[in-house]
């Protein structure tokens, strides 16, 4: 859709409709400062959160906007010289006497961030960004952040006019200013600014000004006229017996402008974190700009705020209907305002997931049954949204982050969403994420639908998949409880594998690049689970080897801190790349029946620099150890005795005695070997680059033994090394 609007700055607003009304409290009581019962009134006629409205583009009917409901934080950034002891709500209402009490629409906030970022248009501060007088504010900007961050996508024909902000104003007769968050630091702080934009500078006249805020009469529908009454006081207060009110006497009304993404500079693809207003004489600082750089948060630089504004035009800021956008009603069926990670949400709009037992009256395996589901690219297939709700589901939109939480919608969530078990099928289609986190439940991403995932960068991050692990081992492998990917995946910038939980790899992958396990432990349980990757860096954890050729031939092993298990119990084969020691480090062979075994194949390492201090440790290794007398740890020298190798164990470095040098083979050490007495074995190479246990030749009774028992038990030779595929 591609529309031509005739306006300079923002739409007027010319009519509002409201989502319900509000909820009948009629014996709330406090007493105020000056000593007089305080009695909230919500009548049903009051409403209580705002639903669309119709913009002025000049036409007949004029545009409809509905609210697409994102989530965002509200934050008054202020001058740290005044506490801000003095706040003011204003609430809508009669005379201010006992005998007509006061009409709230809603719930009184007790936060001035609350009142800032109400749908509720009878809620607000009275004159925001006043800083001078009695009733100092000391507020120098608002803002409004959306930490997963909003992205007008190209996609559909979707356009940055289709999509706005809508403020309000008591009396509409205020000016302002609006700026998009570019950037924003791990703690929410603002970095970057785009354009500042001043409304309604240009308008005053007299001492009065028009602001194109439109009709002031969009309160039509509020108790009494939308007649204001101003409550007072402190912030530390929240028992509210520190209030005192006032009423404003007038018939105050409210008028609205809608501004677009296409105003606020947002070019297609953009990422923006929210907004920020600002007073109306910011244009004095900055050169006319938005704060930015060293001084964008010094809210006490009066080069860069503000500082002395009295009570006026500049300083309103009464309601302006925060944290809410707004979408053109018949728009795209897929939003623009995709958050950078969209959540597996299958009810629409509604808390959570899925409906939970209280709301839905559904059993735990009716929940499971309704979290499962195929994830494709079909725009129908709307299955995205938040974690608790407040958005339309939508389509996937490609490399944003895909996000599990199992229908919990928060913490103190009755059912214990750690232990749902559902399945999301990638069907028919090729889906691009920059990432895969999986916040609680037993997940299982399937690929019976033909489907396969591509992870891919954005930006320069490498993609992740992060299993969150928050109930202790509720999610290990001891339990059978993983996230799970039969899915193929592709790509071609790696993986990061982040958190505690465990994940176990089923598919055919292709998946190139480096798979840095960064936290929490991987089970490879296909051929070529990673089967394309270039390099594994083990930083923590255990990577488990559960199907042979799981690894790519010449994919490198560095050690930085996890270590291996191979716990398939059947004959396991692997050939990999080179191994690089950077921290201590095991090995586990596992356990498995005698005459199955257990083959690990890694490329000539002697070139590869180990750091001289750690070990790799050798733990349940069943083979055959070495009892050359003459056999020396020299690389490439091996005495005419020499003997040992084969068994149900074998690990090699390449195909002969010169696979590690003299000073690595000193790295490594066999702890308890089977068939030999308990303790620590030094390495030795053979002629075929097999490592095997020096050992005293008096412990080769039981090894013999064992190995003519092994031998007549199956007849079978010892397999000879070969270069095995995986």
Do not use: C
Request: glycine share 14%; net charge negative.
């Amino acid at each position: 859709m591609v529309m031509v609007l005739s306006y300079s700055y923002a739409l007027q607003i010319s009519s509002v409709t409201f989502e319900a009304t509000g909820p009948n409290i009629t014996t709330t009581d406090f007493e105020t400062t000056n000593g007089t019962d305080f009695n909230l009134n919500t009548g049903s006629a009051n409403p209580l959160s705002l639903q669309s409205l119709i913009a002025d583009d000049g036409s007949v009917s004029g545009l409809q906007y509905n609210i697409l409901d994102l989530p965002f934080d509200v934050t008054l950034q202020r001058s740290a010289a005044d506490t801000t002891s003095n706040i003011q709500f204003f609430i809508t209402g009669g005379a201010g006497t006992d005998a007509n009490p006061y009409d709230v629409a809603g719930e009184l906030s007790i936060t001035m961030e609350e009142a800032y970022n109400s749908r509720n248009l009878a809620v607000g501060v009275e004159n925001m960004f006043s800083n001078s007088g009695s009733t100092d504010k000391n507020v120098e900007r608002v803002d409004y952040i959306y930490s997963g961050g909003i992205t007008a996508r190209a996609a559909e024909g979707q356009d940055t006019d289709e999509y706005g902000f809508a403020f309000f104003e008591r009396d509409a007769n205020n000016n302002f200013g609006i700026a998009a968050i570019t950037g924003i630091d791990g703690d929410n702080n603002v970095t970057s600014f785009g354009d500042l934009i001043m409304f309604g500078e240009n308008d005053v006249t007299g001492g009065d000004t028009d602001l194109n805020w439109g009709p002031d009469n969009l309160g039509g529908s509020l108790t009494n006229n939308g007649n204001f009454a101003i409550l007072n006081g402190d912030t530390s207060d929240t028992s509210f017996d520190d209030f005192s009110f006032a009423s404003t006497g007038t018939g105050q009304d409210i008028g609205g402008v809608f501004i677009t993404f296409e105003e606020l500079g947002l070019s297609q693809d953009q990422t923006i974190f929210g907004y920020a207003i600002f007073a109306g004489d910011q244009d004095d600082k900055n050169g006319g700009n938005a704060p930015s750089g060293a001084t964008i948060n010094d809210f006490d630089n009066d080069s860069v705020y503000e500082q002395s504004s009295a009570a006026g035009i500049d300083t309103g800021g009464d309601l302006y209907g925060g944290g809410v956008i707004f979408q053109l009603d018949g728009g795209p069926p897929t939003s623009i305002l995709d958050p950078e990670g969209f959540y597996w949400d299958l009810n629409g709009s509604r808390a959570g997931a899925t409906d939970d037992v209280e709301n839905g009256g559904l059993t735990e395996a009716q929940q499971d049954a309704q979290l499962t589901d195929i994830w494709t690219n079909n725009a129908s297939d709307n299955h995205w949204g938040s974690k608790n709700g407040g958005i339309e589901t939508n389509g996937w939109a490609d490399n944003k982050v895909a996000i599990f939480a199992a229908g919990s919608t928060d913490a103190t969530n009755t059912r214990d969403a750690q232990n749902n078990t559902y399945t999301a099928t990638v069907q028919n289609d090729l889906v691009k994420a920059n990432g895969i986190r999986v916040e609680d439940g037993n997940l299982t991403i399937d690929s019976s639908g033909g489907g396969g995932i591509e992870l891919n960068t954005v930006s320069t991050e490498v993609p992740f998949i992060e299993v969150q692990n928050n109930t202790g081992d509720i999610k290990t492998r001891a339990n059978g409880r993983a996230t799970k990917i039969s899915a193929p995946i592709s790509g071609t910038a790696g993986i990061r594998k982040l958190g505690d939980g465990d994940l176990i790899l089923r598919g055919n992958n292709t998946v190139s690049g480096t798979y840095s396990q960064e936290a929490g432990n991987t089970e490879l349980n296909s051929v070529n689970a990673l089967g394309g990757i270039n390099t594994i860096d083990l930083q923590t954890g255990t990577l488990f080897l559960n199907a042979t050729n799981a690894i790519n031939d010449t994919g490198n092993m560095v050690l930085n801190g996890g270590n291996i298990t191979v716990v398939d119990n059947f004959d396991h084969s692997d050939t990999l790349g080179t191994l690089t020691l950077n921290e201590d480090s095991i090995i586990d062979m596992g356990t498995r029946p005698v005459g199955q075994e257990s083959i690990i194949n890694f490329a000539d390492s002697e070139s590869v620099a180990w750091v001289g201090d750690k070990q790799w440790s050798i733990v349940n290794w069943s083979g055959i150890g070495s009892t050359d007398p003459n056999a020396s740890y020299d690389a490439g020298v091996n005495g005419p005795g020499i003997n040992g190798g084969g068994g149900r164990d074998q690990i090699y470095f390449g195909n002969s005695n010169t696979g590690l040098t003299t000073t690595q083979l000193q790295q490594i050490k066999f702890i308890n070997p089977e068939g030999y007495a308990p303790g620590t074995y030094a390495a030795i190479i053979l002629a075929d680059g097999e490592i095997v246990p020096l050992v005293p030749e008096a412990q080769t009774v039981i090894a013999l033994v064992a190995l003519l028992f092994w031998a007549l038990l199956y007849r079978r030779k010892r397999w000879s090394h070969v270069s095995v595929a995986g």
